[in-house]
Nanobody, 122 residues
Framework: QGEFVESGGGLVQPGESLRLSCTTS????????MGWYRQGPGNQRDLLAS???????NYADSVKGRFTISRDSDKNTVYLQIDSLKPEDTAVYYC????????????????WGQGTQVTVSS
């Protein structure tokens, strides 16, 4: 069992929206930048969006304009709003705290949670 509890996934039709939630402990949430990843069938786990402790956001080019990351300090929760869902968004979505290594690569910091499955199908 990891440090993160993801929820909010489900089976939706193309064009619909979902809001995913990721809750973690106060000490992890307060001091770390956070990110959302996804892993589709047969694919690697990719970073989609990140948010700093001060609320600055960054997105992978593939999701810009449709995905919105946010954080609620009162709830130790990070959200991922996904609009205009497409079949290619089908994947398990995970969150994690983020770390920058010596080569300036952004990498996940802690053990993964179970993730939340998003399936987009008509």
């Amino acid at each position: 069992q990891g440090e993160f509890v993801e929820s909010g996934g489900g089976l939706v039709q193309p064009g619909e929206s979902l809001r995913l939630s990721c809750t973690t402990s106060t000490w992890i949430f307060t001091i770390n930048n956070m990110g959302w990843y996804r892993q589709g069938p047969g694919n690697q786990r990719d970073l989609l969006a990140s948010i700093t402790t001060t609320g600055n956001t960054n997105y992978a080019d593939s999701v810009k304009g449709r995905f919105t990351i946010s954080r609620d300090s009162d709830k130790n929760t990070v959200y991922l709003q996904i609009d205009s869902l497409k079949p290619e968004d089908t994947a398990v979505y995970y969150c994690n705290a983020l770390h920058q290594d010596r080569e300036k690569n952004i990498i996940p910091l802690l053990q993964w949670g179970q993730g939340t499955q998003v399936t987009v199908s008509s």
